[in-house]
């Protein structure tokens, strides 16, 4: 059997190393436009604002491929893929073919339709190839705009200030992660992100960038105002990467559909990660979310089909995580509750700061906020996704003395 891995990021890893582990004798071959070794993503803000150094940034040693009998198709874009010829064409002409293949080609950031995009000091961060081309060009003073207050702009604006640059973050509603963070939540986040020195712009977004000698100069925004900027960073969210998909019928506008062993509409074609549309571990409907654990979590669980074993996907569990300096978050699951029977549990403990919200639904665990202590955020998740009934629990989380670390010792 051979398997065809287009993309060697979280999901594409982890199912080339789950059909090696149950499918020791069957070919692999992954597929990266990108020309070098697998990296982190998530490390990316932390090399921008100097926190690691960039060999920290690898995810396997030097040898990888060959250590695993990969055949690795590094620098080669793919341009098609054709299901009833069973083979991936690359843009350098080459044509890969395969029993069984897996899309894990994730997502690429997004960028509004406004003038002034194409100006020099416009940046994206998503791949390695963003980051070199910031160091290379960031300008020596600022100020820096970071249109997006979700917990990559928040964590790249850190990076900025801590470089020494003016910082100015655009939000477009009235606080940060609307969707995610209730109002306390948000205001303790504003208070911890303006204790970095960033300034925040909420109910403001770009509708045109203006230039100087081909470089951006100022930002203007909705309500007139224009604020004067040496760079620019977009961080407004990903759209799924399936380009290369136009015509196979596999891709609709939110990802690639797939059923709950990760199977697309066509039955040689695993889908995994960032580029699918899973479906929500609690509602059980399609839920588009973007996080590294659940590439993972897909990317093994498709790799075992791929392999014959056939697991299934539990879902998807929507989750947070904002670190910075001053505040810690940790969120997952439902902001509000669903049904009738829907309750809200939420303390904030004035001597520490810290604050837990719980959002219940039918006697079980939908929800849940940490700020500040996030230790035990393990817990509450694994009590989310087995949906453990509270009253099952030996203690009950609806008190503010709630002990999560004490539940199962
Ligand atoms: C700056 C930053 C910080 C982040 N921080 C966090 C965090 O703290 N926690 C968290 O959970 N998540 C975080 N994320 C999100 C996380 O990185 C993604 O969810 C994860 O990378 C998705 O993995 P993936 O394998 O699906 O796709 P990707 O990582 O996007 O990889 C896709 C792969 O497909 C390849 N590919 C795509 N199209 C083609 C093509 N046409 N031809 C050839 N190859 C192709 C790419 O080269 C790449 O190898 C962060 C993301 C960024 C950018």
């Known amino acids: 059997m051979r398997h065809v891995i287009i993309g060697t990021s ?32 998530p490390l ?10 960039p060999e920290k940034i690898w995810l396997r040693p030097r040898d990888y491929f060959e250590r695993f009998g990969f055949e690795a198709h590094l ?19 080459r044509t890969v073919p395969y029993d069984r293949l897996l899309v894990a080609s994730g997502a690429n950031p997004r960028v509004p339709e406004i003038p002034g995009t194409d100006l020099g000091c416009v940046f994206t961060l998503r791949h390695l190839a963003d980051w070199r081309r910031l160091e290379a060009e960031l300008p020596a003073g600022g100020p820096v705009v970071v ?27 009235a606080q940060a992660l609307s969707k995610v963070l209730d109002p306390t939540a948000a205001g303790l986040l504003h208070d911890a992100v303006t204790a970095l020195g960033i300034r925040v712009h909420y109910h403001a977004w770009p509708t045109a960038l203006k230039g100087a000698n ?10 007139g105002r224009e604020l004067s900027a040496a760079a620019v960073l977009f961080s407004v969210g990903v759209e799924p990467r399936v380009d290369f998909l136009a015509g196979a019928g596999l891709a609709g506008p939110d990802g690639v559909p797939v059923d709950r062993t990760l199977r697309t509409g066509h039955p040689n074609i695993y889908a995994a990660g960032d580029c699918v549309l899973p479906h929500h571990l609690l509602t059980g409907k399609p839920a588009a979310f973007h996080i590294w654990p659940a590439a993972v979590a897909q990317g093994e669980v498709a790799g075992a089909n791929m ?6 996907y539990d879902g998807i569990l929507p989750m947070n995580s904002i670190s910075l300096k001053t505040i810690r978050i940790i969120t997952g699951g439902h902001q509000y509750p669903d049904g009738p029977h829907g309750e809200v549990f939420a303390h904030l403990d004035g001597r520490t700061g810290h604050y837990r919200r719980l959002v219940m639904d039918d006697g079980r665990l939908v929800g849940v906020t940490l700020v500040g202590d996030v230790a035990h955020a393990g817990i509450y998740f694994r009590i989310m996704a087995r949906k453990l009934p509270l009253r099952d629990l030996p203690a009950d989380p609806r008190t503010p003395d709630f002990q999560p670390g004490r539940l199962w010792a």
């Open 147 to 173: 249109v997006g207050m979700g917990a990559v702009g928040l964590k790249a604006a850190d990076a900025f200030r801590q470089r020494g640059y003016e910082v100015h973050v655009l939000a477009r509603g």
């Open 75 to 93: 620098g080669e874009p793919v341009v098609q893929v054709d299901p009833e010829g069973r083979a991936v064409h690359l843009a350098s002409g």
């Open 44 to 53: 990316l803000t932390y090399l921008l604002g100097g926190e690691i150094t």
């Open 307 to 312: 392999a014959g074993a056939g697991r299934v």
């Open 214 to 223: 081909g470089r951006v100069a100022q930002v203007v925004l909705n309500d």
């Open 10 to 41: 979280a999901a594409g890893l982890a199912a080339a190393e789950m059909v090696r582990r149950l499918a020791p004798g069957d070919a692999v071959a992954l597929i990266s436009d990108e020309p070098h070794l697998p990296y982190s993503r």
